[in-house]
């Protein structure tokens, strides 16, 4: 990812919320995902202080809370070069074959012996993604990045429930190693980059797909 794309965003972030110096790794995350979808950061920017319009009622600590306001701003963007109508049918065409492709991959996840500890998980999550891919067919404007978003999380606390003692006491151990060589992190900021390096590491553990949508069609 571009440098110059983290660091304008980071810095419009900041501004907006006055809290921190750095992004958490899920928010570099998510900052990643805007620059693989060919996102102008001069339009997350907007998004990040479009967001930012009405105070919130709470303190802001991650990234998430504009992600809404940026693919608004996103769209409003691509809509304006295209046409709404011709994007917004590329884009449930491309968000139909994301949620397929995570189905395959799940089916691959079930049927691995490796994995067996993990497999009711496993199906449990692919009926999920069956039932959003069809509220999302229905309905047209609901947020299935978000709502993959809670599913993969949920999905990896349930995988973390699954795993032996010794099993999490190494992820303990290298969440700490990690940890160690970061600076020094505000609480709220070190609780975040925890629990994303625990994802991280279960994640790589029991091989899940990141479950987000990569938007399609071009800027």
């Not at 920017?45 to 809404?68: C, H, M, N, W, Y």
């Not at 996103?74 to 074959?97: C, P, T, W």
């Amino acid at each position: 990812m571009d440098r110059d794309y983290l660091e304008a965003i980071t810095t419009a972030f900041i501004r907006a919320t006055g809290r921190g110096l750095m992004l958490s790794p899920k928010d570099q995350g998510l900052v990643a995902r805007w620059y693989r979808a060919q996102i102008p950061k001069d339009i997350v920017v907007q998004g990040i202080e479009s967001a930012f319009d009405t105070p919130p009622s709470r303190r802001v600590t991650s990234l998430s809370f504009v992600s809404k306001s940026v693919d608004r701003a996103a769209k409003l963007y691509r809509d304006r070069r295209v046409g709404s109508g011709m994007m917004a049918e590329i884009d449930n065409e491309s968000e139909f074959a994301e949620v397929n492709g995570f189905l395959a991959q799940i089916d691959n996840l079930v049927s691995a012996a490796d994995l067996s500890a993990y497999r009711p998980v496993f199906e449990k999550l692919r009926v999920h993604l069956i039932d959003l891919q069809q509220t999302h067919n229905k309905d047209a404007d609901s947020d299935l990045g978000a709502s993959l978003e809670e599913l993969e999380n949920q999905t990896l606390e349930a995988c973390l429930n699954c795993m032996s003692d010794e099993q999490k006491n190494e992820i303990e151990r290298d969440v700490r190693l990690a940890l160690s060589q970061m600076p020094r992190l505000d609480p709220v900021t070190q609780t975040e980059t925890e629990r994303a390096f625990v994802r991280r590491s279960v994640r790589k553990l029991v091989r899940l797909p990141a479950l987000e949508i990569r938007m399609g069609g071009g800027w």
